[in-house]
């Protein structure tokens, strides 16, 4: 299965755009690229998923390069509540809906 | 909303002890699956099952077993508990489909298992 590398941790200020980075350089034509999130003391949920245009959505937008070897996930105005861990995920069609998570992005957000 | 329920939030058990961790969904979904997590490693997926009495190794099977009678409820089983079992574990469904956005993963609220 292909992997996907994410920074460790990241911090950003309260109402301050995030963008989040993953690298995913041996992903398959036929993967999608999905992002969850998972708040302290809950299971993770999902965010957004892509293949290969830019897609938003109310939680989210994701920017997925040209040569689909990377993305990022964009939170527009970053809340308190929005300190979470982030995953990016990569979704193989050939397998029985098999996910494989990273340890993700730690994200932290300033008051 | 689709909900997924684990039998309890915090278990403590003792070395040797057989442990079962029962998880619920309301949805009708026919894929069901089993995560620990521990810091630093993400998520690994024990087992999963995409069909009553129908079950799949995931990437750390060992020490581990799994249980699916009826549609709704995927129990995860082990054996004899050791003390490197202790973890979060995390219980999912989903409903399968050709667009991936069905495959959306719905988690429980995870169980925190403590192995002394």
């Known amino acids: 299965d292909a992997k996907t590398t994410q920074p460790n941790s990241m911090e950003s200020n309260e109402e301050e755009p995030v963008h989040l980075p993953c690298n995913h350089s041996?992903?398959?034509?036929?993967?999608?690229i999905h992002w969850y999130r998972q708040l302290p003391s809950q299971g993770p949920e999902y965010v957004i998923h892509g293949l290969t245009s830019n897609v938003n959505n109310r939680m989210a937008s994701l920017a997925i390069a040209e040569d689909r070897k990377s993305s990022t996930l964009i939170l527009h105005r970053a809340t308190l509540r929005d300190a979470a861990v982030y995953y990016c995920?990569?979704?193989?069609?050939?397998?029985?809906?098999?996910?494989?998570f990273g340890p993700g992005t730690s994200l932290s957000v300033i008051p | 909303d689709v909900k997924v329920t684990q039998s309890s939030r915090y278990l403590v058990k003792r070395t040797g002890e057989k442990v079962f961790l029962e998880c619920v969904q309301d949805?009708?979904?026919?894929?069901m699956f089993w995560y620990r997590q521990d810091p630093g490693l993400g998520l690994r997926l024990i087992y999963f099952s995409y069909d009553v009495k129908m079950k799949e190794k995931g990437d750390i099977p060992e020490g581990y077993s799994v249980s699916r009678e009826k549609k709704e409820r995927f129990s995860l089983i082990l054996e004899s508990a050791s003390t490197n079992q202790t973890s979060m574990y995390l219980c999912?469904?989903?409903?399968?489909?050709?667009?991936?956005?069905?495959?959306?993963?719905?988690f429980g609220p995870g169980t925190r298992l403590t192995v002394t």
């Open positions: 995920i990569l979704r193989s069609q050939t397998s029985y809906d098999k996910v494989i």
């Open positions: 999912a469904s989903s409903s399968p489909g050709s667009v991936p956005r069905l495959h959306e993963q719905y």
């Open positions: 949805m009708d979904h026919e894929n």
């Open positions: 041996t992903i398959s034509g036929t993967d999608y």
